[in-house]
């Protein structure tokens, strides 16, 4: 499973827990290099980062508002959705390239 853990990226969940931190430039230089090295290859981290980046943009510009938790709550649904869709394509079938 997970126990082979690999020191070059974070894991999806990691990203996700530093991802605020990363947009305010809150991380050390070694999380976001493992954080950006993780993006390259995990295509529902990205997707998570835009909506996330995006919703902090619309929130700033309707003013200087927190991001609730709930908000926050329905992102992290979202990636882990699309997470699950991107582990279930294919199995079961074995005509995988
Ligand atoms: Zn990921």
């Known amino acids: 499973m997970l126990s082979k853990e690999s020191r070059a990226s974070l894991t999806c969940k990691e990203t996700i827990a530093?991802?605020?931190d990363y947009l305010e430039a809150l991380c050390g230089p070694d999380v976001v290099e493992r954080l950006e090295?993780?993006?390259?290859?995990?295509?529902?981290?990205?997707a998570y980062l835009a909506t996330f980046r995006r919703t902090r943009e619309l929130t700033r510009t309707v003013g200087r508002v927190e991001m609730p938790p709930e908000m926050k709550a329905r992102l992290r649904q979202f990636l882990m959705k699309q997470l699950r869709t991107t582990t279930n394509e294919g199995a079961g079938s074995p005509d995988t390239v």
């Open 37 to 46: 090295a993780h993006l390259r290859d995990c295509a529902p981290c990205r």
């Open 18 to 20: 530093v991802l605020s």
